[in-house]
């Protein structure tokens, strides 16, 4: 594990998208295209127009998602729908490919078999995963103490007994999956939490990714 900390919240963002392009640069040259995980929530906003915009080989990139709440794309609580806007300011970044988690013809239990199958037959590998934490400590949609309904190869899960809507999750064996894993921590909240977490006083979800040899953290002081 190594930490990279920011003075600010514009060099926390530059850090951020300046070490993805890199990896996702490298797996291209290295492997032929790369696959992009992403989150959702406030803090992807303010750096995912700034990736967008950098001159990748999109069309060699396949982004889908860390979660994602059981809501159409035109919903506000959508997370795809969050970072499809970003990416409609930015013509090259259209080039990419996306594995949407949400399909309005399926229950949310049934798209948990689909995902699996298409992200170990299109994405597995993960190359670069950009994902944030809670101040409950929770990742993805892994939530302490939550009920969550595994899928048959345990790389997807749905939380069922989430607020408002059922969301669909990376399970914790796809965490293992990720080469190049990058956590995002802002707030003093969540510091305390990933002080407990590294410690070991305390068990969250996100205990799990900290196990991760390669896991970047980029936080801002």
């Given amino acids: 594990m190594k930490i990279v900390t920011a003075k600010t919240e514009n060099e926390l963002y530059l850090e951020v998208v300046d070490r993805a392009v890199d990896l996702l640069k490298q797996e291209i040259e290295n492997c032929g295209r790369a696959s992009l995980i992403l989150s959702g929530g406030n803090?992807?906003?303010?750096?995912?127009?700034?990736?967008?915009?950098?001159?990748?080989?999109?069309?060699?990139?396949?982004?889908?998602?860390s979660d994602e709440r059981w809501v159409p794309?035109?919903?506000?609580?959508?997370?795809?729908?969050?970072?499809r806007k970003c990416i409609e300011r930015v013509p090259e970044a259209h080039k990419a490919k996306f594995i949407s988690f949400y399909n309005e013809d399926e229950t949310a239990l049934a798209s948990v078999?689909?995902?699996?199958?298409n992200l170990i037959a299109e994405v597995m590998p993960f190359s670069v995963a950009l994902l944030g934490m809670g101040?409950?400590?929770?990742?993805?949609?892994?939530?302490?103490?939550?009920?969550n309904v595994e899928g048959p190869n345990g790389i997807c899960s749905l939380n069922i007994d989430a607020p408002l809507h059922p969301r669909i999750s990376l399970f914790y064996k796809a965490l293992t999956k990720i080469k190049f894993?990058?956590?995002?921590?802002?707030?003093?909240e969540k510091r305390k939490v990933f002080d407990l977490a590294t410690s070991g006083v305390m068990a969250y979800p996100v205990s799990e990714l900290l196990k991760h040899e390669n896991l970047l953290i980029i936080q801002i002081v």
């Fill in 43 to 65: 803090t992807p906003q303010k750096y995912l127009p700034e990736l967008f915009s950098r001159p990748l080989d999109w069309e060699k990139i396949i982004i889908t998602l």
């Fill in 73 to 83: 794309l035109d919903h506000d609580d959508s997370n795809e729908g969050m970072i």
């Fill in 113 to 117: 078999n689909r995902l699996e199958s």
């Fill in 135 to 147: 101040t409950d400590g929770h990742i993805c949609s892994l939530f302490p103490n939550a009920i």
């Fill in 181 to 188: 894993p990058i956590l995002i921590l802002t707030g003093t």
